[in-house]
């Protein structure tokens, strides 16, 4: 019973008719209301009803919306499980039998591929009366080897009206996979050891040319030194004139 539910979910997710039901993506400002009837709603996981093998679409008057409770940013780790509420309005004339809700996870680059089917949970006596409101949790946990990015949810409630089957897409919208263990994963550890050695490095060389160019600022003290020079050909042109002999002469007095 079980697995033929969920290959009857697989076929309604990936007919092109689903991508015409009444989409109802996450409102921030939305108000989910609590199901008066909590505790009638009875989730008995995969084993659901037969409601047959055709495609079907939303029923009218009938209102859905979905709130990640927890996870407002939609953050979902690969592998651990995760919470989301879906809220149905039944503004028709008939209650309303909710039967299953089931998801997909597509990639974001190209929705009609399937990547994974997330198993469908089930409801037992769930019933939503004309002009009432109801909400419904759904757990679900992606697979632990999907690699971390951005992927396409697709929810779907599965709920009868007067026995005739219906669905609606309550969530058709992107989620972040990132890997278990929260934001300080092995990736983002060597991101951050990275940066920082390549912010030392910049750092680095922004001094050091910092130091080289004020040395080449800087000017040399000036020391002066007396030299003693001699023109040979001077002493030459003066010999034995009066000059040389004074010269002599205040040399041997020195001595």
């Known amino acids: 019973m079980a697995i033929r539910v969920l290959l009857i979910l697989c076929l309604l997710l990936m007919s092109p008719s689903i991508l015409q039901v009444a989409r109802c ?9 609590e199901s008066a009837e909590e505790g009638d709603i009875g989730i008995i996981g995969e084993d659901a009803q037969d409601f047959g093998t055709g495609s079907f679409g939303p029923a009218p008057g009938v209102e ?20 989301l509420l879906v809220g149905i309005k ?3 004339d008939s209650s309303i039998n909710v039967i299953a809700i089931h ?10 591929y399937l ?14 009366p004309p002009s009432a ?3 419904f949790p759904y757990l679900f946990a992606v697979s632990k080897f999907l690699q971390s990015g951005a992927y396409i949810l697709m929810g779907t409630i599965v709920y009868e009206i007067d026995q005739h089957p219906y669905q609606s897409t309550f969530y058709n919208g992107t989620i972040e996979v990132t890997e278990p263990g929260g934001l300080l994963s092995v990736e983002s550890v060597f991101l951050f050891c990275l940066g920082a050695a390549l912010i030392g490095l910049l750092g680095f060389w922004i001094r050091s040319q910092i130091q080289e160019f004020s040395k080449k600022t800087k000017k040399a003290p000036k020391v002066e030194v007396g030299t003693k020079t001699t ?16 010269q002599a002469n205040q040399s041997k007095k020195k001595k």
Request: some cysteine; glycine content about 4%.
């Open 231 to 246: 023109d040979v050909s001077m002493d030459e042109w003066l010999q034995g004139t009066a000059y040389t002999r004074s």
């Open 90 to 92: 039944n503004e028709g």
């Open 25 to 33: 993506e996450p409102d921030p400002d939305a108000e989910v209301v």
């Open 103 to 112: 998801a997909s996870v597509h990639p974001a680059y190209d929705p009609s």
């Open 133 to 135: 409101q109801a909400t």
């Open 64 to 83: 859905t919306v979905c709130v990640f409770p927890k996870n407002p940013s939609k953050l979902v780790a690969a592998g651990e499980e995760s919470e």
């Open 115 to 128: 990547l994974q089917n997330l198993s469908a949970q089930a409801f037992n006596n769930a019933s939503v």
